[in-house]
């Protein structure tokens, strides 16, 4: 018989929950379902705008927006200071000066237009105001301590919140609203030693949602306000400790919870639509006072009418450890298809050349936001704008601005892994196994296809780039098997993969050589071992099809097939041929 993917309904979707036998695809990794529905790209490269090396007072960049102060720009709050460039998103960043605060913080600070001005928090009670004639100026609102002011702006007042578990607001004179007076609120039952702390905050046509994190055990709320009120006006109960993050579309509030879901209101309750592959484990910073969470208040956004996430897939454990299949960086949710992994943070710039494909793993997810420019203006390069904190090898960390190429200019590198394939017997004999795909485009692109029918769990390491092909690793952190993938998760080559060609041992250090080049001639990675085996690659451009024996008896079979593309090349179909080896007497 013969299994082919993603079979008659022509459409490529990932399940609910991430079931490794549900679906067509278990799991993605810089993928692009939807720029044609039906067969498989890769999704842009995400590239380096401004570099902590140009900007010595860069931080964690945690708010975009759009606001002419006299000229089109684009502003950042990117740790304790502002930035701004020219605006477009490809355009360069470079500190503000001359009355901008340098008081921000990324657990605390946001930036909101309103009334023909911009408004930026800070990690005191002073909230700065630039106008469309390009002044400064300053005042006072909320509690003097360094807690989360989000802003939210609705009708005609900017809304801010305050100590943990209050929302004040302004009107369009700076008039400050407090607690107890008219157009201010307190959640219910919120202190700030425990209990419940607002996470976030988004308005729609016709009330403002206010999400609320449940630090005490229980169960977190998100909660209908008016506006104007002295009390929330409705309370929705999640199944979760509360959202992390939330976003507007269609003027229906969307939230992401501590436990990595994605919930949709539907008029009644948040139902659960998607999850992040995390094995019900949580994330790292899920349950933090402030905003350095394992996702950012503004880590959520519409971009071209579907929803993106910036997540960071550390665990919250003691080891810092990350789930093998829910890789960091810009998630994509498609109603269709499901929540898929569409790209991911890199060392490249417009100008520069590849040395590294993506950052599996990242320090800090900051904010996303879809920034188009007025009609009048060029457009540049991509529609998007990334914040977070990277790592420039195994463990140095740097701050970054990223934007997505939409030119798709570069070379890039991405995969999906199929669920498990399951025997209609005992064992089934894999026979062959084909792909069908668009001839290639480019002499560089190449598809890896590669198989396994046993689990074995993964095993991340440093590992030190003595060459393209070959590194170095103490043998007290692993142990090198001839054949197994090799996987770079942050560092040097970050993104891209190979396989062990030969492995040697000196005095508890390994070399370790690799059948093909991708990685710095020197430098230090994460590194991660898989037991994949290969068992063929496409690198001719006359081809639109190929298939190898497996050869392979089990009751299962896992397919992975890493592509390495330039432009628009596309995956079409896989599919598989087996016939019954052992049956069911």
């Known amino acids: 018989m013969a299994i082919q993917i993603p079979g008659q309904g022509k459409r490529f979707s990932l399940p609910l929950n991430y079931s490794d036998v549900l679906g067509n695809i278990y799991s993605s990794f810089n993928v692009d379902f939807t720029s044609n529905v039906g067969k498989l790209r890769l999704g842009p490269r995400l590239l380096l705008n401004t570099a902590v090396a140009d900007q010595a007072n860069l931080g964690l960049p945690v708010a975009f927006t759009f606001f002419n102060d006299g000229n089109d720009k684009i502003w950042a709050v990117a740790g304790t200071r502002v930035f701004s460039n020219s605006g477009t998103v490809s355009s360069a960043f470079t500190e503000v000066g001359g009355g901008a605060p340098t008081t921000c913080a990324a657990g605390v600070s946001d930036m909101k237009v309103f009334n023909n001005s911009m408004y930026i928090t800070t990690n005191s009670n002073s909230v700065y105001k630039r106008t469309s004639g390009g002044a400064w100026s300053s005042f006072t609102a909320g509690s003097a301590s360094t807690q989360p002011h989000l802003l939210c702006q609705y009708s005609d007042r900017m809304y801010m919140t305050t100590r943990y578990v209050e929302v004040i607001s302004w009107n369009t004179s700076d008039t400050v609203s407090t607690v107890g007076?008219?157009?201010?609120?307190?959640?219910?039952?919120?202190?700030?030693?425990?209990?419940?702390?607002?996470?976030?905050i988004q308005s729609g046509s016709n009330r403002i949602w206010i999400g609320v994190l449940n630090l005490a055990g229980g169960k977190g709320s998100v909660y209908e306000w008016d506006g104007s009120a002295t009390q929330v006006t409705k309370g929705y109960k999640l199944e979760s400790a509360?959202?992390?993050?939330?976003?507007?579309?269609?003027?229906?509030?969307?939230?992401?919870?501590?436990?990595?879901?994605?919930?949709?209101?539907?008029?009644?309750?948040?139902?659960?639509?998607?999850?992040?592959?995390?094995?019900?484990?949580l994330l790292k910073g899920a349950y933090l006072s402030t905003n350095l969470r394992y996702i950012h208040p503004n880590g959520m956004t519409v971009v071209n009418g579907k929803i993106n996430i910036l997540i960071n897939n550390e665990i919250l454990d003691s080891t810092g450890s990350i789930e093998e299949f829910c890789p960091s960086g810009v998630y994509e949710y498609d109603p269709d298809i499901g929540l898929y992994h569409k790209g991911s943070v890199s060392y490249l710039t417009a100008a520069g050349t590849v040395s590294d494909y993506s950052q599996i793993r990242i320090s800090q997810p900051g904010a996303i936001s879809e920034l188009r420019p007025p009609l009048s203006t060029d457009p540049g390069n991509g529609i998007t704008l990334i914040g977070c904190t990277y790592f420039t090898d195994a463990t140095t960390t740097t701050h970054g601005i990223f934007y997505d190429d939409t030119n798709d200019t570069k070379a890039k590198c991405g995969y999906v892994v199929t669920p498990k394939i399951y025997s209609s017997s005992i064992q089934d004999a894999w026979q062959r196994m084909w792909i069908n795909y668009r001839k290639l485009l480019n002499s560089s692109d190449r598809i890896i296809v590669k198989y396994r029918t046993s689990e074995a769990s993964p095993t991340e390491f440093t590992g030190t780039w003595t060459s393209t092909t070959t590194f170095t690793a103490s043998s007290s952190d692993v142990t090198p098997v001839a054949g197994n993938e090799i996987e770079i998760v942050s560092g040097k080559g970050g993104g891209a993969s190979a396989h062990i060609s030969s492995v040697s041992l000196n005095a508890g250090t390994y070399t370790v050589t690799l059948d093909t080049a991708i990685g710095a001639s020197s430098g230090t990675a994460k590194m991660r071992q898989q037991a994949w085996t290969k068992l063929y690659t496409v690198s001719d451009q006359n081809t639109t099809e190929k298939g190898a024996t497996v050869g392979e008896k089990s009751s299962w079979i896992q397919f992975k097939i890493v592509m390495f593309f330039t432009g628009k090349d596309e995956l079409e179909q896989i599919a598989i041929a087996n016939a019954q080896h052992q049956p069911i007497t």
């Open 181 to 200: 007076s008219s157009n201010a609120v307190a959640v219910p039952a919120g202190n700030t030693g425990g209990g419940q702390i607002i996470t976030c």
């Open 242 to 281: 509360g959202p992390v993050a939330m976003v507007i579309k269609d003027d229906v509030p969307w939230i992401m919870d501590t436990n990595g879901a994605l919930c949709v209101w539907n008029g009644g309750y948040f139902k659960e639509v998607a999850r992040l592959n995390i094995n019900r484990k």
